[in-house]
């Protein structure tokens, strides 16, 4: 399985199935949980695979998307399923001039009217990326992974300082995979535009965000299958510390001293040990 950077509509479609597999095989994305979107800087022809076409309102305005397309899962559908049925389950938007409103793509096959609800969070992290970067391809992904949202309902897990010195502790590579570390923000609806505003303005600083009492969100460039990368390495994380609490915290995991030295030795800068 390649997770270099997908040039055609068929591989971005291939790895974003790769990547609901990987999801649903570690327990993130159960039933229609999570969602997944790629965000393309030079769109692609869509009209042979996606032939059907509506005018949408885009649900977060994105002026800096103008002409750019996002290939986004459907609303309601199983992320395990986008591989073995990619044009049942996703969906093309391409951005109109000033970001208000896109044309959807969709093929005769597609098992959903409106593509996911969280697809404001998706537009405003995709908005961010592109213009700050010259990435030709950028993605983002939610999923629930059963053992960090399970901590984000502890209140002491929803400080991100102490999440991070407690979940980064466990394996040396951590550090190194997510030096920013994890972001957090406090449980919002999902959907509302408060959710889509904190989220924005973690994922500036990190590369993950813990939505506290629901699940997580993960950016990356070049290929979606870094971002679920990240996803399970924070779920990792979140298992060993939840391990640990289960059997009464006989570990206390790496030092800072040599968390510190990893990331001297490696030449990361980070701020949370
Ligand atoms: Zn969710």
Redesign the pocket.
């Known amino acids: 399985m390649t997770d270099s950077t997908p040039s055609g509509l068929s591989e971005i479609a291939f790895q974003l199935g790769q990547a609901g597999l990987r999801l649903a095989e570690a327990g993130a994305a159960e039933g229609a949980?999570?969602n997944m979107s790629v965000c393309v800087r030079h769109p692609l022809e869509t009209a042979s695979l996606f032939p059907q076409v509506n005018a949408i309102e885009l649900p977060h305005p994105v002026p800096g998307l103008a002409g750019m397309m996002l290939m986004v899962t459907g609303s309601g559908r199983r992320l395990r399923e986008v591989a073995e049925a990619p044009l049942a389950n996703v969906a093309c938007v391409v951005v109109e001039p000033g970001g208000k409103s896109g044309r959807l793509f969709t093929s005769p096959q597609a098992q959903f009217k409106r593509v996911t609800s969280e697809f404001n969070s998706h537009l405003a992290v995709h908005h961010d990326r592109m213009r700050s970067s010259d990435v030709k391809l950028h993605t983002v992904l939610?999923a629930?992974p059963l053992h960090l949202t399970l901590l984000s309902h502890q209140d002491e897990y929803q400080d991100e300082k102490f999440l991070n010195r407690r979940l980064l502790r466990w394996q040396p590579e951590t550090i190194l995979n997510m030096p920013e570390g994890i972001g957090v923000v406090p449980f919002l609806l999902?959907g509302s535009a408060q959710l889509v505003v904190e989220t924005q303005l973690s994922l500036r600083e990190h590369r993950i965000v813990v939505w506290a009492r629901?699940?997580v969100m993960a950016r990356a460039d070049d290929s979606i299958l870094h971002a679920s990368d990240l996803i399970e390495y924070a779920e990792t994380a979140a298992h060993y510390e939840f391990l640990n609490r289960l059997s009464g915290e006989p570990g206390g995991g790496l030092s800072p001293e040599e968390i510190r030295d990893i990331c001297r030795m490696w030449n990361v800068k980070q701020g949370i040990f």
């Open positions: 949980a999570g939610h629930q999902p629901h699940g």
